[in-house]
Nanobody
Framework: QVRVVESGGGLVQAGESLTLSCAVS????????AGWYRQPPAKQRELVAT???????NYADSVKGRFTISRDDAWNTVYLRMNSLKPDDTAVYYC???????????????WGQGTQVTVSA
């Protein structure tokens, strides 16, 4: 099964930026989509961004205009650039590989350990 390792999280102040990376254990070109989820403290995991094989992106309303998802198939890596971070962005961030059925994204890789992002006010 495909394994992912997330990195790049940390403690930042509101307004600052971070770039998360997701290293994938095999070629990501065989997957038609990738996505980043996050799980804030004491809350459910939520999907924040997806990217298709042809580069079409979608974002949760809460991050639209601030976050950018990208993929580098040559390096089997998926990225999440996060600008203008807010305290509400504090969460553990996870990446997945998956597929779209219609407009719905379904992850089908194993979950990594995630990377913690903490944004102070």
């Amino acid at each position: 099964q495909v394994r992912v390792v997330e990195s790049g999280g940390g403690l930042v102040q509101a307004g600052e930026s971070l770039t998360l990376s997701c290293a994938v254990s095999r070629s990501i070109s065989q997957f038609n989509a990738a996505g980043w989820y996050r799980q804030p403290p004491a809350k459910q995991r939520e999907l924040v961004a997806t990217i298709s094989a042809v580069g079409t992106t979608n974002y949760a309303d809460s991050v639209k205009g601030r976050f950018t998802i990208s993929r580098d198939d040559a390096w089997n890596t998926v990225y999440l650039r996060m600008n203008s971070l807010k305290p509400d962005d504090t969460a553990v961030y996870y990446c997945t590989l998956g597929t779209f059925i219609g407009t719905q994204y379904y992850p089908n890789s194993s979950w990594g350990q995630g990377t913690q992002v903490t944004v102070s006010a």
